[in-house]
């Protein structure tokens, strides 16, 4: 709708449309909906599930245990996939165990979000970031994997401090877990696929070029149909950030974001602390991804860009965590929540998404301007 309306009032070229689209970037989100659809089609996402709950013996080892699995497959796989795939698993377990699920969804939404910033492909806008500043794969996930596994451990002291009795040292009960359905051959050439994509990834391989062929490799099968893995696919999505990108474009062409920017003294010789609170705070304006896209052409006019781009990624991911309405990782488990009958209600997450996101933002600024700016 908003495409159309500048469409409609001629403040962009019809004609003009497709030079707005980034299109390595939208390559990358589809290609990895085909590589997690695999994966949630093999069963492999409701086995590290059920792996998780059958190692815990007490409520503090889950919670530990759920927040760094989370994590890595977060900065794994796509973070909205993750929040999918584990939080009907975390309420059927805490149904069974009779406990409150709140503390264990929060901790699995805001798990999501940290996790996802240590990788190019954790998240949407680190995408995005990939695909426009060009930082390989390896150098961008040593920049910010301390910031993600700190962030992890504040996590889970966080959740402790907020929710004291849910985390006395009394074991779990003997909870009956469902058996879970894996194919197999799939989940074995599923995962072969993977550990050949992040080699790539690694080797500095073009991540949209390696995970489309990845994607297509998957492709090929005779025993699980394409239309079965399309099916699984969140297409509203490729669609939303096909809009994003020219309704972000037709801003910067026509001078918007630059009277912004002046507007708010944000300039090529801003200083971290700034950069990183003001990203932070226009990401839970407009959302992380526009946040990005607005930002982009600030970014390439640092002095050093490269360290632009890493506080960047860091400060819109981490702002996800502010608000339930930080991200859509935590949209997502508050409506799957809601079907469940359980009320992961706005103010019962932002109160503890708060310190969280103040807490891992000052840290990831610390670590970023001690060795990167």
Not at 161 to 181: D, G
Not at 354 to 368: E, H, Y
Request: proline residues 4%; charged residues 10%.
């Amino acid at each position: 709708m908003g495409v159309g309306l500048l469409v409609a009032f001629g403040q962009i070229p019809f004609e003009k449309l497709p030079q707005f689209l980034d299109f390595d970037t939208l390559i990358l989100l589809f290609s990895m909906m085909i590589l997690n659809a695999n994966l949630r089609i093999a069963g492999f996402f409701n086995l590290a599930g059920n792996a998780l709950f059958r190692v815990a013996r007490s409520p503090r080892a889950l919670l530990a245990l759920e927040i760094f699995l989370v994590g890595i497959l977060s900065g794994l796989f796509l973070n909205d996939t993750i929040c999918l795939m584990f939080t009907p698993l975390i309420l059927e377990m805490m149904t069974n165990a009779r406990r409150s699920p709140i503390p264990y969804l929060i901790a699995l939404a805001a798990a999501a979000n940290i996790g996802s910033a240590a990788t190019l492909t954790g998240n949407p806008q680190n995408m995005i970031i990939g695909v426009a500043s060009g930082i390989s794969y390896l150098d961008f996930t040593s920049a910010l994997l301390p910031i993600t596994l700190l962030g992890l451990i504040i996590l889970w002291a966080i959740i402790l401090l907020f929710y004291p009795k849910e985390f006395q040292a009394n074991p779990f009960p003997e909870t009956v877990i469902e058996k879970v359905e894996v194919n197999r051959s799939m989940l074995f050439k599923t995962l072969i696929v993977v550990s050949g994509l992040l080699a790539a990834f690694l080797a500095g391989v073009p991540i949209a070029k390696a995970a489309f062929l990845a994607s297509c490799v998957l492709l090929f099968t005779r025993r699980v149909q394409p239309h079965l893995v399309f099916a699984e696919f969140d297409w509203s999505l490729l669609v939303f950030f096909a809009g994003l990108f020219i309704v972000s474009g037709a801003l910067e062409a026509n001078g918007i974001t630059t009277m912004l920017f002046q507007a708010i003294n944000l300039t090529s010789s801003t200083d971290i602390w700034a950069f990183s609170f003001f990203t932070a705070g226009l990401s839970n304006l407009v959302s992380n991804v526009p946040a990005v896209l607005l930002l982009k052409s600030i970014v390439t006019s640092f002095r050093d860009p490269t360290a632009g781009w890493l506080t960047l990624a860091a400060a819109s991911t981490l702002a996800g965590n502010l608000t339930l309405l930080g991200s859509v990782a935590n949209l997502i488990v508050a409506e799957i929540a809601t079907r469940w009958r359980v009320d992961l209600n706005f103010w019962e997450y932002t109160r503890v998404g708060l310190v969280i996101t103040l807490l891992t933002l000052t840290i990831g600024t610390l670590w970023l301007q001690n060795f990167f700016w």
